[in-house]
């Protein structure tokens, strides 16, 4: 005991001096704006892609974690029942033996009553907290809705932007107590993302409702998984308690203004309020280095020939979790006109045309979905099919490797559309992999 | 007699029992209707409380818009700046979308004219028709829960809208404070306080300059099959601004102030066997908490007790699972143990009485065989004194000598007569008694029969001043047991010896009539008073009177002599006479003789 409290004074300045250091190098995130093609052709109006990227700065082994509050939620409704919810609070045990004393934890488990299995608490006993967890039996209905709020209420306790808030659902079935459309499980996922929490959800199985689950984790920017086989729940806890722990930033606020009379389309992938020429949307979190972007779609005027031609001015803020600062940055995007075929040809900007392709691509595969749920397996098909076309053009002409894959990806999802049997697969699998492509989410 | 004693012994333990099981079914019915009226009343209080936590958490949400409207006013130099609308939305959990109407209907916000956002649009589209009839925020709703649009003459409140009034103010201090704001970040390259999670919000606010408290209000109203809320407030201008609030992020509230579920079934948490269910207006179920068994669940479909919730909140209900009221199973049982013990001592008791009847019963069958015996054994030595003494009275000479033994003679052959008869009478009684008294009817006169017995009373009816006279009507001969009506007239005549004496004359008469012979003696003596008659036939009863009084008798006689009579199929009545006694002999003389009967 003695001798621990001696280290740890002896170790406080050296912290501090380490603290100092990082502070003075004043380490912020990496804000990079480019545009797909930066020379265009001029004198008539064209659409373009605007990539705004950003990327966390990397955490020092030598400096405290950011400390976490986390609310993992346990659906143990009675399709959880044997090995699934075993794994699943095997899963919990592990994953929390990851956090030290200075995070907290709360469990909540959900059937068709909502149970506050661990109160939000620090993690100090961690074996009393695997005890309380290790208590959890499957049984009963899925009110899927009050658990995901009483988990919130439980990060409330502690609520702090300085801390990362996340709420963890692992849920294995339809939510069919309380409110269940994925619509009303985005408004709350919006809501607690006001307040800095992001809901991490983990669908189990084949029978929860991917449409909920993205929904819910997009709204409040949190990640969403997949897990087919309960064996594979430990692994995904453990990226996801990787994640949280590297959070660097929060409150990620991007406010792009469009200038000299260029439109913004749309934002692919991701929520986005667009007002006029000006776009506004947020990310709760930036990783430690993780590249998070947006691809922005924009129509600009016909221009004779320029150069350092505004496009849009980009401005972001943040709290820093390491210096516990608001800080902001600023780029404008910048674009040249050309007569010339040939110098607007080179001047393409394969790395952001790459990103740009793929969230449209990822869009045209949504609609496809929406498609397949109509029952309209053949337009379905005819999307998948031309976009696989357009993967394949850009594919080539950027010489992109990861573009062609994704062309193969979506010629094989038009062949495995049509089964009945396996849509439902199928359906979680194309969800998860649109929604970690549209986040760029790390697992 | 045997008979009737056990059953009198049986419904001495069947009487109560019935009595006290009826008690023991009224009483537990109604301790158990009791109990369901206070369960019923506890039930309704424990969902009012949480009607009452709903209406709380509206009257926090309330004094939190209340407050941030405000401040937009006062930040906006008493306009409201869109600018600082949008910041609201963006950081405010529970706000999802706000409006501001001039007084003359014109939009401010969102803004006219400018961009609107997809979200913005959709937003207008789902409040037209709101915006369409401004009168919903003038005129005042007659009910706080109800919707009736007051001006049917300008375009009428539509009646989807719940409107209410403004929840008043709420006594209890509100246990927890809606920051409607989330912790904003300053965006400035300055180092702003490191700790920015502190609330910015709920500061203690008086009533604003321009607005008028009570022009405030919340409507409800159902779009996209869905409960939406708007909670607005008008300015003295007449400007109206409204929040739309996000009602999923309203239900997670609502169902985060409501307590949750005890990870294990506790014997002594708070709603220990049931469930409270918070059900929408489309009846679906938001939430649950309780312990409630799972199969338990599965069987009681029907809620014990249904509370819809009060404004904003109208269509919503609160309802109350339970398994069906049996906790009287225990109270069953014991019921049936008290009835099982007083069985049981009633039987005892009831035995014991029955062991002291018998006992008794034995005895005095004892004591009639003893004088039946005793009657038996006096008889032979009786009729040798009669013998003996009617043959020294005849062998006596006729002499004044001998005339006093004569005299003394007679007494002793009168006497001797008396005493057999009453022998016979004993034991006439005792065979009545056991059903062997047999009437064996010979062919005779009615009037040889009663000559008979005159003849033998003559001399101790002339002792004390009594006389027969007998009429016969009828001398045809009959089937009659001589014997029988012998023993009746005996004792009818013995009786006017002992209490008619000096009276005179005691008439007979006799006659016949359809197969039945009738015989009627009266006598002019004090007679039997009314009330007596039916009690004379009685074995054993005696009128006591001063009539009475004085004179020796064993009481059987009269009910002897109607037994023998109705044993012979007929009867023996008293009649009513003028003076003295009168009674009716009436025999069945046309039986067939001997053995038929």
């Known amino acids: ?443 | 007699m045997k008979k009737r004693t056990p059953i009198l012994l049986a419904s001495l333990i069947i009487v109560p029992l019935i009595l006290l099981a009826w008690f023991g079914v009224r009483l537990q019915s109604n301790q158990q209707e009791l109990l369901k009226l206070q369960l019923g009343a506890l039930i309704e209080a424990q969902l009012s409380d949480v009607d009452a936590q709903m209406v709380q958490h509206f009257a926090r949400l309330q004094d939190a818009l209340d407050q941030q409207i405000d401040d937009l006013y006062r930040s906006g130099n008493f306009t409201f700046q869109p600018q600082a609308i949008d910041s609201l939305i963006k950081q405010s959990p529970q706000i999802a979308n706000v409006f501001v109407m001039e007084a003359d209907g014109k939009r401010l916000y969102p803004m006219r004219g400018s961009e609107l956002t997809s979200g913005e649009r959709r937003f207008l589209n789902q409040i037209h028709e709101l915006l369409a009839t401004p009168n919903l925020f003038y005129d005042k709703p007659r009910d706080p829960t109800l919707v009736t649009p007051s001006l049917a003459t300008q375009s009428a409140a539509p009646e989807q809208y719940l409107r209410s009034e403004p929840i008043a103010a709420q006594k209890a201090a509100p246990p927890q404070k809606i920051t409607l704001r989330a912790p904003a970040v300053t965006y400035s390259a300055d180092i702003v306080q490191a700790d920015i999670a502190t609330e910015q919000v709920v500061v203690a606010a008086q009533p604003q300059a321009g607005f008028d408290t009570a022009a405030s209000g919340w409507i409800a109203w159902y779009a996209d099959t869905r409960l939406h809320h708007i909670y607005w407030r008008r300015n003295n201008e007449g400007t109206v601004i409204g929040f739309a609030l996000n009602g999923a992020r309203l239900t997670a509230d609502l169902i985060t102030n409501l307590p949750t579920s005890p990870i294990q079934i506790q014997a002594d948490a708070p709603l220990h066997n049931a469930e409270i269910r918070l059900i929408n207006s489309r009846g679906e179920q938001i939430y649950a908490w309780g312990q409630l068994a799972e199969d338990a669940l599965v069987k009681s479909s029907k809620p014990l007790k249904l509370l819809p919730l009060s404004h904003p909140l109208g269509s919503w209900r609160l309802e109350y699972y339970a398994p069906a009221l049996n906790v009287q199973g225990a109270s069953w049982i014991s019921m049936a143990l008290v009835i099982l013990a007083t069985t049981l001592g009633l039987s005892v008791i009831a035995w014991l009485i029955y062991r002291e009847y018998q006992r008794d019963m034995r005895l005095a069958q004892q004591r009639v065989n003893f004088v039946n015996q005793v009657s038996h054994e006096l008889k032979t030595p009786l009729t040798n004194v009669r013998m003996y003494a009617e043959m020294l009275e005849q062998s006596l000479p006729y002499d004044p000598e001998s005339e006093r033994s004569q005299r003394y003679v007679g007494v002793i052959s009168n006497e001797s007569q008396r005493l057999s008869r009453l022998i016979d009478n004993v034991l006439s009684f005792s065979r009545l008694g056991r059903g062997s008294h047999t009437i064996t009817p010979m062919p005779g006169t009615v009037a040889d029969c009663v000559e008979t017995v005159v003849e033998h009373f003559t001399p101790a009816l002339s002792q004390r001043g009594l006389k027969v006279v007998y009429s016969a009507e009828d001398r045809t001969l009959v089937q009659i047991d001589c014997g029988a009506l012998e023993q009746i007239l005996n004792n009818l005549l013995s009786n006017c010896e002992k209490y008619a004496a000096n009276s005179g004359e005691i008439a007979i008469r006799s006659w016949s009539d359809a197969g039945m012979s009738y015989l009627r003696v009266a006598d002019n003596g004090p007679g039997i008073p009314k009330a007596d008659w039916h009690m004379v036939f009685t074995p054993f009863y005696r009128c006591s009177n001063q009539l009475t009084d004085g004179v020796t008798g064993t009481g059987i006689g009269l009910g002897l002599a109607r037994e023998i009579a109705r044993s012979h199929g007929g009867d023996l009545v008293i009649e009513s006479s003028d003076q003295g006694a009168s009674f009716l002999i009436s025999l069945r003389t046309d039986m067939p003789p001997q053995g038929a009967q």
């Open chain 1, 1 to 443: 005991m003695n001798i621990q409290s001696a280290a740890r004074r002896l170790m406080l300045p050296l912290l501090a001096v380490v603290m100092g250091l990082s502070s003075a190098q004043a380490r912020e995130i990496n804000l990079t704006t480019s545009l797909a093609t930066p020379v265009m052709s001029a004198d008539q109006s064209q659409k373009t892609f605007i990539k705004i990227s950003l990327e966390g700065f990397k955490q020092e082994q030598s400096e405290a974690r950011i400390p976490a509050n986390i609310a993992i939620v346990l659906d143990k409704s009675g399709s959880m029942q044997g090995e699934k919810i075993q794994q699943a609070r095997e899963a919990a045990i592990m994953a929390i033996k990851r956090l030290n004393e200075n995070d907290i934890v709360s469990v909540v488990s959900y059937d068709s009553r909502v149970q506050v299995v661990v109160p939000a608490t620090r993690v100090s006993d961690k074996h009393q907290i695997a005890r309380a967890i290790r208590n959890i039996h499957a049984n009963g209905n899925t009110a899927l809705f009050a658990g995901v709020s009483k988990g919130a209420q439980e990060l409330r306790k502690f609520l702090d932007l300085n801390k990362v808030n996340r709420v963890i659902l692992l849920s294995d079935g339809l939510a069919n107590v309380g409110p269940s459309t994925p619509n009303e499980l985005g408004q709350l996922g919006l809501s607690l993302a006001k307040e800095g929490m992001s809901v991490t959800t983990i669908g189990l199985g084949l029978g929860y409702n991917e449409d909920l689950m993205t929904q819910l984790a997009g709204y409040s920017d949190g990640n969403h998984a997949f897990v087919e086989n309960a064996e594979d729940l430990a692994r995904i806890f453990q990226y996801e308690f990787g994640d949280v722990l590297s959070v660097v930033a929060q409150g990620v606020n991007i406010e792009i203004h469009c200038k000299n009379g260029v439109r913004p389309v749309r934002i692919l992938g991701r929520e986005a309020e667009i007002r006029g020429s000006r776009i506004t949307t947020r990310m709760n979190q930036l990783y430690s280095e993780q590249e998070k972007f947006i691809i922005l779609e924009v129509e600009i005027p016909a221009q004779s020939e320029a150069k350092n031609f505004e496009v849009a001015d980009v401005g972001v803020s943040y709290t820093n979790l390491y210096s516990k600062q608001a800080q902001s940055l600023r780029n404008t995007v910048l674009a040249s006109f050309s007569q010339s075929k040939k110098q607007v040809q080179d001047a393409v900007d394969v790395k952001t045309y790459e990103a740009a392709a793929e969230q449209v691509a990822n869009e045209e595969s949504r609609r496809a979905i929406e498609l397949r749920d109509k029952g309209d397996i053949e337009a379905a098909k005819s999307v998948l099919k031309q976009n696989a076309i357009y993967l394949d053009n850009l594919g080539q002409s950027l010489a992109s490797p990861k573009l062609l894959e994704q062309k193969a990806e979506a010629l094989q999802d038009a062949e495995e559309l049509e089964s009945d049997q396996d849509w439902n697969k199928k359906r979680k699998e194309l969800k998860e992999r649109l929604y970690k492509r549209a986040t760029q989410q790390s697992y």
